[in-house]
Every structure is written in C-alpha cells, then in structure tokens.
C-alpha cells in the first residue's frame, strides 16, 4: 500500500489527519510531519525520514503537502532525490483531496498515479455559497448560449433493464454527512443518493440541505417513503445506482414493506435519546427500534454494522442481545 505523508506548518497536519479518521476510519502508512515554531528545516527532514522509514514498504511515497516552495515541499522534494519515478508530491492539501488519496489506495499502488488524481477533488473541493459567485468557465458561457431542450422521460418508458439498482441502504440519524459523502459514496460509487424521510421531506430547510451536499458528480433528493416504493417500480430509473439513507429502522421497515428491494441495511448510526439505551459507540435503541429490527430479520434482511467501509462489522446478534437485556425486553 502507497504511503501517506501528511506535512505543514504547524499543527494542520494534525488536524487534517484527525478530520479525515473522523470520516474515512483508521488507516495504515499514514504519518503527519510538522514544522513547528523552534524547529529548523532539518528537524522536519528527520522527521520525514522517520516516518518513510516505519512504513512496511518504502517503495511508493506520496507526499502531502500545504504550500509549494514552503519549508515541508521543500524537504521532501530533497528526499523525493532519486526516487522520481516512484514517489510524488502533491501540494495544497485539502481535506477532500486527502480522503480520495486514502480512497485511491485501494485501486491504486503508484503514488504517482495516485497524485494525479487527487489533484480533481483537491480542486473541486473548492466552492462558494452562493454558488452565484462562482466564476462561469468557458464551457458553461458555450452552453448557455445553446439551445436546451425541454421535457420530461415519457411515463413506461424503460431505461436499460427497468430496475434500480441499491449499492448501499443505510440507517443513519445524520442522513447524508461526511462519512458518506465520502468514504461510502467512494467505496460504493452511486450516481443518485437518496434520503428516505416524510419528516424530511417536508422540511424544506434540511432537505436543500441535503442535495446541496452531494459529493461532485452525484445527485441527491429527499422523498417521502411511499415516493421511494413509486421509484422502485418506475422503469425509467432502469441506469441509477442509488445509495438509500433512512433516518429510523422504521422508515427502512416501512419501505420494505411496502415493496422497495432492499436485502441488506448497514447500520451507521442512531443517535441516543430519552427511552434508549447506549450500545455501541454510535447505535442506541428503544423497544420500538428492537421490535423493528427483528420484523426486517424475518423479512430475510441482513443487518450490516460499520460506520466506515474500512471498519470491521460488528455482531448484530449481539447488539440485539444487549439491548433486549438492558430493556428488560
């Protein structure tokens, strides 16, 4: 696995890796190199060379850096000397642009072909709200100088096999976050993302919250659950591969039921409240959500828990056992 490392002035490098634990999990080969106040260049070479060296292979290095010509660029780009055809050095580290490199790690082993290409979410990490204060490239000016064509995809039409396809349902009291935008919409790669909510849906104000956080080139909507059972059967959706976000096992039950083809729920996250009991980390329940869950395993659907795709599952089993117990259940 290609090595990370992560070097600034001062404690951003620090910061920057604990954001991104935050939302991608845990990672190997990963060190933070900082230039502190009462450190000299070659102090920060030291530390460099020290964290090359603790990796389990020293032959792919990525360095991330925050500002080119700055005192940790130009560390590595000594100790890059004579490894140019394998190591790499990408500036202007962002938080976006880190959790793809962490991304890219899976499907990549070059640091170079890896540095190539967070340089597209490193940049397109960077917007402005409201968007009307984005400058307009050359090809939007074109394009609104074009004809657009109008209307909607006629009812019974079919578009590709007729059937959506769900790469991840999840349940998460936070919907759509970081963690999703992210690392699941990463590992999973939908087109669409999809919250599941009557009581969202008609919040206007956390709804454009919602699409307005889909990661670039993904769209996302919010639908109330009898709209959502509607799209499973429409087959103009025949070419959408959706990520499903509920915010209750309720809403996950209610939309099974009613005919939506979900046959595994990865469980993130259900935020404590009064009348539920602690877990795990991120899962607290009550006797409703206990009952819930038991209806969708005789329904035949798997309980998957992790937060991030790089966690380990956790036993359902289990979390159910404890929590019958601690309900008196």
């Given at each position: ?22 939302i ?20 920060l ?9 603790s ?10 850096v ?34 793809e ?5 899976f ?7 890896i ?7 490193g ?5 402005v709200k ?8 050359k090809?939007?000016?074109k ?41 699941w ?8 993302i ?27 909507n919010?639908?109330p ?15 959408t591969?959706?990520?499903?976000l ?7 039950l ?39 869950f038991e ?34 259940m």
């Amino acid at each position: 696995m290609v090595g990370i490392i992560i070097a600034s002035h001062g404690d951003f490098a620090n910061g920057i890796f604990q954001s991104a634990q935050m939302i991608f999990g845990e990672q190997e080969n990963v060190a933070t190199c900082t230039l502190m106040p009462s450190e000299s260049p070659d102090d920060l070479r030291a530390k460099m060379q020290a964290a090359i060296d603790s990796f389990d292979s020293q032959d792919e290095i990525l360095f991330l850096v925050d500002l080119w010509s700055g005192t940790p660029f130009n560390q590595a780009n000594a100790l890059i000397n004579g490894h140019e055809d394998k190591w790499a050095i990408v500036t202007g580290l962002n938080l976006p642009m880190l959790i793809e490199a962490y991304g890219a790690r899976f499907t990549m082993e070059s640091a170079q072909e890896i540095a190539t290409y967070v340089l597209g979410p490193g940049r397109e990490g960077v917007k402005v709200k409201p968007e009307s204060l984005e400058p307009k490239t050359k090809a939007e000016v074109k394009e609104e100088t074009q004809p657009k064509l109008k209307g909607a995809i006629p009812e019974g039409t079919v578009i590709g096999d007729g059937q959506i396809k769900y790469v991840l349902a999840r349940i998460d009291t936070r919907l759509l976050h970081g963690q999703v935008a992210t690392s699941w919409t990463k590992s999973v790669g939908p087109n669409r993302i999809i919250a599941v909510s009557d009581r969202v849906a008609k919040d206007e104000l956390r709804k454009n919250m919602i699409e307005q956080a889909a990661p670039p080139g993904v769209k996302a909507n919010v639908v109330p659950v009898s709209k959502m059972a509607q799209v499973d059967k429409d087959t103009r959706f025949g070419n959408t591969k959706a990520l499903l976000l509920f915010e209750t096992p309720q809403d996950a039950l209610e939309a099974i039921e009613k005919g939506v083809r979900i046959k595994t729920l990865n469980l993130g996250s259900m935020a404590h409240s009064k009348g539920k009991v602690a877990l795990t980390k991120t899962v607290s329940m009550d006797k409703n959500d206990v009952e819930t869950f038991e209806k969708l395993l005789d329904l035949g659907v798997k309980i998957d828990v992790r937060k991030v795709p790089s966690d380990s599952p956790e036993n359902f089993a289990n979390i159910l056992k404890k929590a019958k117990a601690e309900l008196n259940m």
